[in-house]
């Protein structure tokens, strides 16, 4: 009777339990392989969304320059004013499929960031081609507003760019959940069980996979492992 007990235990743990942990583990495994692919793709659209970005504001800003440059050059800028009027309706036709991706991928202040970018590239070409055509234009009040723009491009895109690098590195790397307030609802039940046991200020942050957290939605939302279907 024991041995036919024991049978039956080692039966239990070795097929039943064993196949039981190895599908789960599968299960998990295949998970995150999806995740993985998914979050590949967004981060893929979101580089191309930036490259797009920065090629359309940096043609448009030195366009822009070449035309005070060649200002009052009449031959000069005519060509300078044909080029730009081609960076501006690439700009334009462009605009709102960058709008749909940014609003997409970022967090909404970066939608707000971006219409503030057009309104100052649509107020300083207004005022410069009002400036050329009274032949009145103050080349270093120009060049000073070209670089002002330049500035808010540049801190726009960086912007884009550490955004892309945190969801690259938790992709790769796993999503930190520190042992705090802000932290304590993505907490499994092992780690409140061990926080009764640590204390906080000096316990090292959590680091999972990001699939724990759900379906990947955007980064500022996968950043703080926001589970939305």
Not at 41 to 65: C, E, M, P, V, W
Request: hydrophobic letters at 40%; aromatic letters at 12%; proline letters at 2%.
């Amino acid at each position: 009777m024991t041995f036919l007990l024991q049978a039956i235990v080692t039966f239990f743990l070795t097929v039943v339990a064993g196949n039981w942990l190895s599908g789960r583990w599968q299960q998990r495994n295949a998970r995150q392989q999806r995740y993985h692919e998914a979050l590949k793709s967004r981060y893929d659209r979101i580089d191309h969304t930036i490259q797009n970005f920065t090629k359309l504001a940096g043609t448009r800003i030195y366009r822009t320059q070449r035309l005070v440059f060649n200002y009052p050059d009449q031959n000069g800028l005519e060509a300078a004013l044909s080029d730009l009027s081609i960076s501006i309706k690439e700009w334009n036709e462009t605009m709102m499929a960058l709008e749909v991706s940014i609003k997409s991928h970022f967090r909404e202040s970066y939608l707000s960031s971006l219409e503030s970018i057009q309104e100052s590239f649509s107020s300083m070409t207004n005022a410069l081609l009002r400036q050329i055509r009274r032949n009145a234009l103050d080349r270093a009040a120009a060049l000073e507003e070209i670089g002002i723009l330049r500035h808010q491009c540049f801190g726009f895109i960086r912007g884009m760019v550490e955004e892309a690098k945190t969801l690259d590195r938790e992709m790769h790397f796993g999503v930190r959940v520190g042992y705090d307030s802000s932290g304590i609802r993505n907490w499994t039940t092992f780690d409140l069980f061990k926080a009764l046991f640590l204390d906080l200020k000096q316990a090292d942050s959590i680091v999972r996979p990001p699939s724990d957290f759900g379906s990947p939605v955007s980064i500022w939302e996968t950043r703080f492992g926001i589970d939305q279907h």
